[in-house]
T-cell receptor, first 114, second 110 residues
């Protein structure tokens, strides 16, 4: 089954404790991206990656890091989480290019930073 | 910001009625897409319309795009209770960035 898998789905942590949210896709997609969703703000793009070893900042990259060492994985790293990073996070993947650009989303990771 | 805005923010209708949601965006686009999100779940792609298209249909969905007004609309005909969800428009630029609106929350009453 084609899917994007995120882990963990729920996490409560404390300020400053480094954490990683993993994302893996089995569709051989070249494009992967991370979003955060906050009430009233919709989804905002954090980082995206066009292919292995190629990453770019989205609209709200501050406080986050990403890496793309393998095509299927695109982890989101919070080096020193703060309460304003409490949010619902989504990973998504897609084929790049103009012909087919719909995003396939994971089920989300709800993060609370105390 | 290129972020789109949906209108209305919330919409409540009876089953069988049509639901229309609008989206406006700010800069030039490559394509515009509509997504659906059931409460707290991942978004699911509904339909994509390219910048050189004006209208597109998929089942009970009809999407229009007016690039001169930088706006799009999503029409769901003969709505069902199962259509209850939030709907988002998203635009993609030529630099592979996606921009989402804040969504329309649709409630279809049985």
């Amino acid at each position: 089954e084609a899917q994007v898998t995120q882990n963990p789905r729920y996490l409560i942590t404390v300020t400053g404790k480094k954490l990683t949210v993993t994302c893996s896709q089995n569709m051989n997609h070249e494009y992967m991206s991370w979003y955060r969703q906050d009430p009233g703000l919709g989804l905002r793009q954090i980082y995206y990656s066009m292919n292995v070893e190629v990453t770019d900042k989205g609209d709200v990259p501050e406080g986050y890091k990403v890496s793309r060492k393998e095509k299927r994985n695109f982890p989101l790293i919070l080096e020193s989480p703060s309460p304003n990073q409490t949010s619902l996070y989504f990973c998504a993947s897609s084929y790049p290019g103009q012909g087919r650009r719909e995003l396939f989303f994971g089920e989300g990771s709800r993060l609370t930073v105390l | 910001s290129q972020q789109g805005e949906e209108d209305p923010q919330a919409l409540s209708i009876q089953e069988g009625e049509n639901a229309t949601m609008n989206c406006s965006y700010k800069t030039s686009i490559n394509n515009l897409q509509w997504y659906r999100q059931n409460s707290g779940r991942g978004l699911v792609h509904l339909i994509l319309i390219r910048s050189n298209e004006r209208e597109k249909h998929s089942g009970r969905l009809r999407v229009t795009l007016d690039t001169s007004k930088k706006s799009s609309s999503l029409l769901i005909t003969a709505s069902r209770a199962a259509d209850t969800a939030s709907y988002f428009c998203a635009t993609a630029d030529n630099f592979n960035k996606f921009y989402f609106g804040s969504g329309t929350k649709l409630n279809v009453k049985p």
